[in-house]
């Protein structure tokens, strides 16, 4: 069985700030993992995925993650937030052998001016 | 167009109503999925289709009923629902259903409401 846990449903950081938000996987084979965003009354669009190259996987707008085995984590940072990151993230995680995507309960960022 | 497109992008209905929601993707996707996302629980795969034939269905009740006449077109067709299959039903579609790193493109979403 496989899972994802994202650490806090809500994250308020200021204009400017550090964006971290967590996700924990859970997978007894490799995984395959992923960053989606949906803005509001959107559907979800892919901002990075890991498929097992380079542990520092580089995504759209700015975000990257970082695959750390020994801690079971793939958590989403951005250096600098923005007013239009504001939306909710979620993480997915798939494995070989297992196609369907299985998708975390999502963070909501929100953006302090 | 481009994209998978969903419509409608809302709908309410009574329980006793037939609806059904269509999505159409023009990427030349092999799989198409749906999806139902409700308030404070994770996205829930419903149906998966692969070249037209349907290869997952994760105990779905009966009242939701999918239909994929081509590798483009998926509609869900819904009958007796109940207020709690109120959410927003995302549809999406990849390359390949078997090839497990592929990235899952998404449509809108239609918002539904059971009354």
């Known amino acids: 069985a496989q899972s994802v846990t994202q650490l806090g449903s809500h994250v308020s950081v200021s204009e400017g700030a550090l964006v971290l938000l967590r996700c924990n996987y859970s997978?007894?084979?490799?995984?395959?993992l992923f960053w989606y965003v949906q803005y509001p009354n959107q559907g979800l669009q892919l901002l990075l995925k890991?498929?097992?190259?380079?542990?520092l996987v580089k995504g759209i707008n700015g975000f990257e993650a970082e695959f750390k085995k020994s801690e079971t984590s793939f958590h989403l940072t951005k250096p600098s937030a923005h007013m239009s990151d504001a939306a909710e993230y979620f993480c997915?995680?798939?494995?070989?052998?297992?196609?369907?995507?299985?998708f975390g309960t999502g963070t909501r960022l929100t953006i302090i001016p | 167009e481009t994209g998978v497109t969903q419509t409608p992008r809302h709908l309410v209905m009574g329980m006793t109503n037939k609806k059904s929601l269509k999505c159409e993707q023009h990427?030349?996707?092999?799989?198409m999925y749906w999806y139902k996302q409700s308030a404070k629980k994770p996205l829930e795969l419903m149906f998966v289709?692969?070249?037209?034939?349907?290869?997952e269905n994760n105990s779905v009740p009966s009242r939701f009923s999918p239909e994929c006449p081509n590798s483009s077109h998926l509609f869900l067709h819904l009958h007796t629902l109940q207020p709690e299959d109120s959410a927003l039903y995302l549809c999406?579609?990849?390359?390949?259903?078997?090839?497990?790193?592929?990235?899952?493109?998404f449509g809108q979403g239609t918002r539904l409401t059971v009354v």
């Open positions: 999406a579609s990849s390359q390949d259903a078997t090839v497990t790193n592929t990235e899952a493109f």
């Open positions: 997978s007894s084979v490799p995984p395959y």
């Open positions: 890991y498929t097992s190259a380079a542990t």
């Open positions: 997915a995680v798939s494995h070989f052998g297992n196609e369907k995507l299985t």
């Open positions: 990427l030349g996707h092999n799989a």
């Open positions: 289709y692969s070249l037209e034939e349907r290869v």
